[in-house]
């Protein structure tokens, strides 16, 4: 069975990919040159720029190496966003952590 990935995870990989195609042109080189310099087939360089296959950080570190760029340019310009349901969740644990630490109880009685 195969890995599920999550929303967020999937557009990261879109992202660097696209940051690595445009890193990649930049320099004028070719899809088999960078796979080249990292040890992968064209086909796997040509997967990471779609971004249907995501990049570890050794991968990242390796590309950052070959394009002459810094792994922070990959992460450049990508905002994650946060879904409606992850905020309502995380309102519910900051309001939770408040409530437990401004209201305490004393010999049974709420002590404000």
Known sequence: ??????????????HAGKRLRKARIELGKTQSWVGEQIKVTFQQVQKYEK???GMSAATLGRLA????VKVTYF??????????????????????????????????????
């Open 65 to 68: 190496i070959a394009l002459n």
């Open 1 to 14: 069975m195969g890995k599920i990935q999550k929303e967020s995870d999937t557009s990261f990989n879109i």
């Open 75 to 112: 992460y450049e310009g990508y905002d994650i966003v946060i879904r409606r349901s992850e905020m309502v969740a995380f309102f519910i644990s900051v309001l939770n952590f408040y409530f437990h630490h401004l209201f305490s109880y004393k010999n049974n009685e709420l002590v404000l």
């Open 51 to 53: 971004g249907t296959n």
